[in-house]
């Protein structure tokens, strides 16, 4: 049998990942030469305001296999008609089809503030979940507000009835996915002034993109570990040189099996639950592989092929949406 390749694993693993356009630059908030492309720039909004860590040039034929890889939807769709729909559905709640491709119906709304937490961006409407994603939140930001007065930054959820987003996502489609900013906020005032006009907290890594940097501490790591020992979280994306160091400093590793290697991630983690229950017409992903991912499957985010994977031509079909999701767009006159 052919052996399936290392990305494409790691393509199935993340399930169509983050973005469907070159939105990486949004996520990492890499700047000219690598990302400040003509296109990039007319489609990214607020492209010019985005920080400005670089990644080393070593990381760029793999950042560019990662923006195609989770590319391929077509110019109409970056219009998305489910960024047009204002409230969810009524009645019960119900997690309907993958995360990359998918709705909920019944989307309960996660409060502007809680407490440990603040949610921000708020304008984006994205900011709806299942009850066990907001469950979660609030679960994280008491956690939080043990340790300090600080608070988590939490970014975004869904949309009001899921669907695809129109911009940086390609998840968060169901109802089961939350962003978490690494860095905590003094105040819901400062978290928002800080992230205006689409800015991003700061990397958590060293320049070079290699290791943890000066921004890194006991609260983020406690972050990620309260995530991951949390029941219903079925994994949680950070970048590979975030979850390299934890390897080497954990003595305990058990734990980081949840973390799944994913390029970006190094300002924020991206929290995915496992499908709730009674929700029949969720689609989970693949169990995570047994063991704590510390081993040959995370080299291979530093190896040769990683680097060097050239870019390949040509677009993915985009799936045919969830029949049970297309009664919920049309209550809304989108479809």
Not at 251 to 268: N, Q, T, V, Y
Not at 284 to 296: E, K, V, Y
Request: hydrophobic residues 40%; charged residues 25%.
């Amino acid at each position: 049998m052919r052996k399936r390749p290392a990305f494409r694993a790691a393509i199935e693993d993340h399930n169509t990942a983050e973005s469907k356009r070159p939105s990486i630059c949004q996520e990492r908030r890499y700047a000219a030469p690598r990302c400040a492309l003509p296109e990039a720039r007319r489609l990214l909004p607020g492209f010019s305001t985005m920080n400005r860590d670089l990644l080393p040039a070593t990381y760029a034929a793999a950042l560019l296999l990662a923006t195609w890889l989770t590319a391929g939807v077509s110019g109409a769709a970056l219009a998305s008609p489910w960024a047009q729909v204002t409230a969810p559905s009524n009645g019960p709640t119900r997690v309907i089809g993958g995360v990359a491709n998918g709705c909920i119906a019944g989307a309960q709304t996660l409060p502007a503030e809680g407490p440990g937490y603040v949610s921000i961006r708020r304008e984006r409407k994205r900011f709806y979940g299942h009850a066990e994603l907001l469950r979660l939140v609030s679960d994280l930001g008491r956690s939080q507000a043990r340790r300090g007065d600080d608070l988590l930054m939490v970014g975004d959820l869904s949309q009001a009835r899921g669907g695809l987003m129109s911009s940086a996502h390609r998840s968060h489609q169901n109802g089961l996915d939350v962003d978490i900013w690494f860095k905590l906020a003094p105040s819901a005032v400062a978290a928002i002034r800080e992230t205006a006009d689409q800015a991003d907290p700061p990397s958590m890594l060293t320049q070079d993109g290699e290791d943890l940097g000066p921004l890194w501490g006991d609260d983020q790591k406690a972050l990620l570990r309260a995530a991951a020992d949390h029941p219903g979280v079925d994994r949680i994306f950070v970048n590979p040189a975030i979850k390299r160091a934890l390897c080497r400093s954990e003595a305990d590793s058990a734990w980081l099996r949840k973390l799944r290697p994913w390029f970006g991630h190094d300002a924020h983690f991206h929290i995915r639950l496992r499908c709730p229950d009674a929700s029949a017409e969720c689609e989970q992903q693949a169990a995570i592989p047994a063991g704590d991912g510390c081993g040959r499957e995370l080299d291979w985010w530093f190896s040769d092929e990683a680097r060097k994977a050239a870019k390949p031509s040509g677009s993915r079909a985009e799936p045919a949406m969830p029949a049970a999701c297309r009664p919920l767009l049309a209550a809304t006159g989108q479809q």
